[in-house]
């Protein structure tokens, strides 16, 4: 029998109308859309779900650190997707923001090499963090350097070698995040929960030193020219 | 008179299913949609004209690099925009790829400021190359540098310091570029011309030394690990 083919797709980052109409397109004709849980309601699914024709499927991709138990899920989710693609079924693997940018699809994908399949790219979530704030991330000859989890030791050395950064999850350490961008000569725009109903932005960190951050925020900073 | 609403769009990097819904809502509603051009015909317009409703009006921006002549067609095409938006017109500026990553929209949206603006992010070029290559940008706590004019002298650096690099208008010095992510232990895939009809797609820097490399070419390098 003739196998399936394997799409990955960045449905973008939470704005449904972020999805792009390619992403659309291949979600109304395949036979089954995976879309990844962990334990909460899957973002990713919500923005996809008015375009799917076909079956969805929840696989579960557990939050956790041990990389034995992450690795036991990945290699058990993939060997799932084969089984779909072997039946010659078309599958579609969903995910928030650009696939190949901290996404969980790049575990499935490194499992799935042999198997005919295609990466539909998504709108990253700093794109659009930098849309809403409408601070440039980058321009001319200039570098930028994207940090998925800051922490204080690792940003210091690279405000002193970048004058642009995009620095995410920055709740944990966020007081001494702050402190270190205004040290460095660097202005900042905040943005948690882009693109969802309980966004926030701010253009000035320390009016959020008494909020509690929540997990999904990120900062674009910029060293100020002199 | 009310002010009209300026736009900043990403139409994304050259596909033009790999448009974004939103882009299409605002470019079939806006009055006149600007259509920046240099000297050849626009990608951007080429991708966003089946959706225009409107007017488009092609400014120019010529490549160039002294940079009061820049200053002064920025400012010369703002003030026309400017114009624009005082009649009551909404007007959008078209980008390719995203509008805060490396566009000429950045220099307009500046000299704008206290207008109602919204931009509307796009698919970065980088995340469009990584997707056909298949080769993830960055996954779990790494970061990524993208580098947008690659310097042999720069990119030493920088490939000494991070695991993951965006190389993007690789031709100039192509085969000293080369060298070095072969020095520094890294793995690379080569886009030149991402989704537009003579795209090229290559895994082995090597093959292509003999080659003339197009301007609009870039390089993911990984370094690999042991």
Known sequence: MKRGKFYGIGVGPGDPELITLKAVKILQKVDVVIAPISKKESIAQKIAQPHINGE???????????????????????????????????????TIGDPMIYSTYIYILERLRGFDMETIPGIPSFC??????????????????????????VIEDILGNFDNV??????????????????GGFSAGFVSRCCQDNEKISYNLQELKEDKIDYLSLIIGKKVKK
Chains 1, 2 share one sequence.
Request: proline share 5%; hydrophobic share 50%.
């Open 56 to 94: 969805i499927l929840n696989l579960k991709f557990p939050m956790v650190k041990d990389s034995n138990v992450l690795e036991s899920f990945w290699d058990k989710n993939a060997e799932r997707i084969k089984e779909l693609l072997l039946e010659g079924k078309d599958v579609a693997f969903i």
């Open 128 to 153: 659009a963090a930098a849309a809403k704030l409408n601070i440039p991330i980058a321009t001319g000859s200039e570098s930028f350097v994207v940090v998925p989890t800051a922490e204080p030791e």
């Open 166 to 183: 995009v620095l995410m999850k920055v709740s944990k350490d966020f007081d001494l995040i702050s402190k270190k961008l205004d040290e």
